[in-house]
Structures are given as C-alpha cells and as structure tokens.
C-alpha cells in the first residue's frame, strides 16, 4: 500500500523495453540522437504546437528551474501559489537558476490562485520603481498541489491577467497527463491555447525512470534554454536514453492510459474516504492525489497494515491529517486494503 507518492511506482515494461532497444549500438549524444527529434516531432502533434521546441531534463525540479530563469530578470517576481512546488519543494532552485529572481505567494483555496488575488499580487508588486522586484512571470501547478485542477478556462483567465501586465506564463505540469484525464482537455487547451508559454511537462511520476520535458512553445527562447541546461549541468551526454523513455511514454497513448489509471485509482480512494463517517477530505480530489483527516487513531491503524503515506500536521482539533497519491499500478485492492484499515 504505497501512497506517499506516485513516483514510489516504477516503470510499465513498454519503458523498460524502449530503453533496451536504445542500448542497441551508437547514437548521438547530447540530445542529437535520432530518438529525440521524434519525441520532439511527437509534442508538437500532440500539443498541435508546430513550433514547439523539446528539452528533456531528469527533474522537475531542474525543469521548473530553467523554465523560470528563461522567463524572467533577476530582479523580477514569479507570482505563484503559496504551496507551489517552486515554493515548498525545491530547496531555493528557482531563486538559484534565476540568479534571485523573488517568488511572490499568492493565497488561495485548495491549491488554486484566484484571477483576484492575482490581480492583487500584481498591483502590489513592481509598483516602487527602483527600490522593488519588477514583476517576471506567472507559474501555475496543474494537477495543482492541493490535488484539485484547473480548467482551460481557469488557466486562460490567470494568463490574461498576467498577459496584461506583458508578463509570460509557465505550468508546472509534473502531473499534466493527470490534469488532461480529470478536465478532459486536450493538451492544447490546457497549455498553449490557454496562455502558457513554457510547461515543466512530467513523465517521472506518471511512470518513467526520470525525464521531464521542457516544453517551450515561444521557441525564441530556445537557445537560452539549451545554454542555461548545459551550464546548470543537466545536459545528459547518453541523451537516448532520456529520449527513449520519453519516446515511448507517448507512444499510442500510453501515457495517458498510465494516467487514467492513476486517477481511477485515486478516485476510488477518495470516495472511500468520503463514505467514511470518522473521515473526510481536506481538498476536492480531481486527478490521484488525495489530502484527507480523520479522527485520532487512523494513523496507527493504517500503519499497522502497512501503509505508507504522508501524516501531515494534525488540525486544531487533533485530527489527523494525510496526504496519499494513487499511481499508474496503485490496484483496486491496495485502495480496498487502505480503506479497511482506515475504517476498522
Ligand atoms: C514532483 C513534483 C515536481 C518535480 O519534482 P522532482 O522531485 O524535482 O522531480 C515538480 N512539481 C510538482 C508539483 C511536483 O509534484
């Protein structure tokens, strides 16, 4: 019953198989394989992005992290959520790759930035000529961090209002093909059409060894992107090997049956513990991630089974308090399993 997270999973064979068919002989390195000028013939179909430049990395952290730094000066301001990754989880990278860029939080309920509390963020920053941060750009989460999502019209909403500033607009996508299953979207809708100009689009926890893609769907940044991957050493000599992972992770679609799989499964979970009478969830559950609190003694229940998840901070009432995330080879049995132990 692992739940911590979904890249507790491994990797489905059809990875497994392409990296042994990338073992096979030479190839270029450096990202001039023949594999990777398919994956990026790949995006730009499946985004319906012609133009769209590909760089693949091995983090989302280093993704998120290149991806700001080309979009923003180092005195500008990354408006993003209070809990975004960029904010909690990534050990000052962003700041770093920018070279101090600031990252200015914004409030907001279940992981979503509301259009008002940008549009207040935004009148409140850059407003002391010299002496503040000039506003940079705008970064979004979707799945979000709270486990809900945001609909192209959420997304196009938030952009406008950072496009009317002339600021650009980037996605943590670490769990995009999880956001396309819950919106029914399709990757166009959900990024480039909706005013994303740069996507951190992830395949590690949807079930690749370790690559994430850089998305650039202005390609004029592309060059800096290429200089600033090498210069922050994550551009990988072996490239193939990154290329094929993500070469068969688009393959016929199997990326988002991982995907569906992952949220049907967290799906379950969540309206299991919504049945629950001692338990509920913290966030509406919208993709595989699922925040919930139950009364005292659910946690030695659960890890008495077996269970391993997130315990959060108790609320003020001394509820306990959990993360879990269901992944693309979570079963209907690990749920059943959890849910049991919650509830006995
Ligand atoms: C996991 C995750 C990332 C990437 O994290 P790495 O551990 O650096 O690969 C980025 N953003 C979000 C929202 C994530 O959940």
Excluded at 205 to 221: I, M
Excluded at 281 to 289: D, G, I, K, R, V
Excluded at 330 to 335: G, K, L
Aim: hydrophobic fraction near 45%; include cysteine.
């Amino acid at each position: 019953m692992f739940f911590a997270s979904d890249n507790t999973s491994g990797a489905p064979p059809e990875v497994m198989q392409a990296l042994l068919r990338a073992n096979e002989g030479f190839a270029r390195s450096y990202g001039g394989d023949d594999i990777m000028a398919r994956v990026t013939t790949q995006v730009r179909t499946l985004f319906d992005a012609p133009d769209a430049q590909v760089h693949l990395v091995a983090t989302g952290t280093a993704a998120n992290a290149l991806a700001l730094a080309a979009l923003t000066d180092p005195w500008g301001a990354v408006f993003c959520h209070r809990h975004a990754h960029i904010a909690e989880d990534e050990c000052g990278a962003p700041e770093f790759y920018t070279n101090g860029a600031k990252l200015v939080l914004i409030d907001g309920a279940h992981g979503r930035i509301t259009p008002a509390a940008l549009t207040e963020a935004l009148a409140t920053t850059g407003a002391s000529g010299v002496h503040g941060v000039q506003r940079g750009c705008l970064s979004l989460t979707n799945v979000t961090e709270a486990g809900t999502v945001y609909t192209p019209a959420e997304i196009a909403a938030l952009t406008g209002i950072a496009k009317s500033h002339g600021l650009p607009c980037h996605l943590d996508g670490a769990r995009f093909a999880n956001a396309l299953v819950a919106t029914g979207a399709t990757p166009a809708e959900l990024t480039w059409r909706a005013g994303i100009d740069v996507l951190s689009f992830g395949g590690t926890k949807n079930g690749l060894l370790g690559v994430e893609a850089v998305v650039l769907f202005d390609p004029a940044k592309s060059w800096e992107l290429e200089l600033r991957r090498k210069r922050g050493g994550h551009l990988f000599s072996k490239h193939r090997y990154l290329s094929a992972q993500m070469e068969a992770y688009l393959q016929d679609g199997l990326w988002m049956r991982l995907a569906a799989l992952a949220n049907a499964m967290g799906q379950r979970l969540a309206q299991g513990i919504a049945g629950l009478n001692h338990a509920a969830l913290t966030h509406p559950s919208q993709a595989n991630m699922i925040f919930a609190n139950w009364e005292p003694g659910g946690h030695a229940r659960l890890q008495a089974a077996g269970a391993v998840y997130y315990d959060l901070r108790p609320l003020p009432d001394g509820r306990e308090t959990a993360r879990m995330v269901a992944s693309w080879n979570t079963t209907e049995d690990h749920v059943d399993r959890f849910l049991a132990a919650l509830k006995s």
